[in-house]
């Protein structure tokens, strides 16, 4: 199995074939989890360990992932990636169950291809 440290495949299978990408993993503090049932490639993405606080002391970042992981758990199907900008380093998924949207910066990007 080999992992690429690159955006670019995620990129590419948005690109191709955006409706292939399910979100299989939310994992706070810092991991999502995207399989691509096309191709069978697995994208994991790092969130940031650095994260902005709130004035309630809780960082931004890690609600938007506990609120994206509910509703991975609740209604996975309506779960979807709905932009890949790599050159800033972004990824947003919509939730079309609750219509929300959860824009996450990514650390790093992996895929692991068989």
Request: aromatic share 0%; proline share 8%; net charge positive.
């Given at each position: 199995m080999s992992v690429h440290k690159s955006g670019a495949f995620l990129q590419q299978c948005f690109s191709v074939h955006p409706l292939c990408l399910n979100v299989k993993l939310v994992s706070p503090p810092q991991i999502v989890g995207v399989l691509c049932t096309n191709c069978q490639m697995r994208?994991?993405?790092t969130l940031p360990q650095a994260l902005v606080p709130t004035e309630s002391g809780t960082d931004i970042a890690r609600q938007e992932l506990f609120l994206l992981q509910g509703c991975v758990q609740n209604?996975?199907?309506d779960v979807r990636v709905s932009l890949?900008?790599?050159e800033q380093s972004a990824v947003e998924f919509k939730c079309g169950s609750?219509?929300?949207t959860y824009e996450l910066h990514v650390a790093l990007f992996e895929t692991h291809q068989s």
């Open positions: 994208h994991r993405l209604h996975p199907h890949v900008h790599i609750c219509h929300r």
